[in-house]
């Protein structure tokens, strides 16, 4: 069975500091990988995505994530963080209309 | 446009009830998915239905049912409630197969 993982349950950081949150999935086949974000009292919007092509993806706000085939990684990243990311976040893999979830890291940015 | 909207927002039942659930994807996506998410974890994966035609299953016992109908809206059916069931139900649409928007969710409690 095809699986997540997220390292960090929870990061807390400071503004302007750079993030990196992990994420590694078993399934060795083609699968599409995503980050998704919710925003205290929101629900879950997607970050950014990858389907295929460049392995470095650039979403919303100033997000990118990494994918790294032979580490089964993709993780996310930002230069530098703000207090408005404080949230939670998730790494989710797609194959063969299934989608598999982490369970989530979240970020909290002291301002 | 209007998002993905699930009704109703909170739902308390009791052991033993049946519960169902509803889903309106966006306006032009064909593709709805449940998922159960219960407190520090992510989401998980109920069901995909595509064209009105089951496309995934999670691993959920078959107390946990659901439809689409012609209009793509979809129904989350539980039979014979458990404790466990409470969680957050998330339903999300996508126009293919893969990115997916997500509605606020359904509370429900079971007591």
């Known amino acids: 069975a095809q699986s997540v993982s997220q390292h960090n349950h929870h990061v807390i950081l400071s503004e302007a500091a750079s993030l990196e949150l992990g994420c590694n999935y078993s399934?060795?086949?083609?699968?599409?990988l995503f980050w998704y974000v919710q925003y205290p009292g929101q629900h879950l919007q997607l970050l950014l995505k990858?389907?295929?092509?460049?392995?470095l993806v650039k979403g919303i706000k100033g997000f990118e994530a990494e994918f790294i085939k032979s580490k089964f990684s993709f993780n996310l990243r930002k230069p530098s963080v703000q207090w408005s990311d404080t949230a939670e976040y998730f790494c989710?893999?797609?194959?063969?209309?299934?989608?598999?979830f982490g369970d989530g890291t979240t970020l909290t940015v002291k301002p | 446009d209007a998002g993905v909207t699930q009704s109703p927002t909170h739902l308390i039942k009791t052991r033993g009830q049946q519960v169902t659930l509803r889903c309106s994807p966006i306006s032009g996506h064909k593709s709805v998915s449940w998922y159960q998410q219960v407190l520090g974890q992510g989401p998980q994966f109920i069901f995909q239905?595509?064209?009105?035609?089951?496309?995934g299953r999670g691993n959920f016992p078959d107390r946990f049912s659901a439809r689409q109908f012609p209009n793509y809206s979809s129904e989350l059916n539980v039979n014979a409630l458990l404790l466990g069931d409470s969680a957050l139900y998330l339903c999300a649409s996508s126009f293919g197969q893969n990115e997916q928007f997500f509605g606020p969710g359904t509370r429900l409690t079971v007591l």
């Open positions: 239905y595509y064209e009105k035609e089951e496309r």
């Open positions: 399934y060795g086949g083609t699968v599409n």
């Open positions: 990858y389907f295929s092509g460049d392995p």
């Open positions: 989710a893999v797609t194959n063969a209309g299934k989608s598999t």
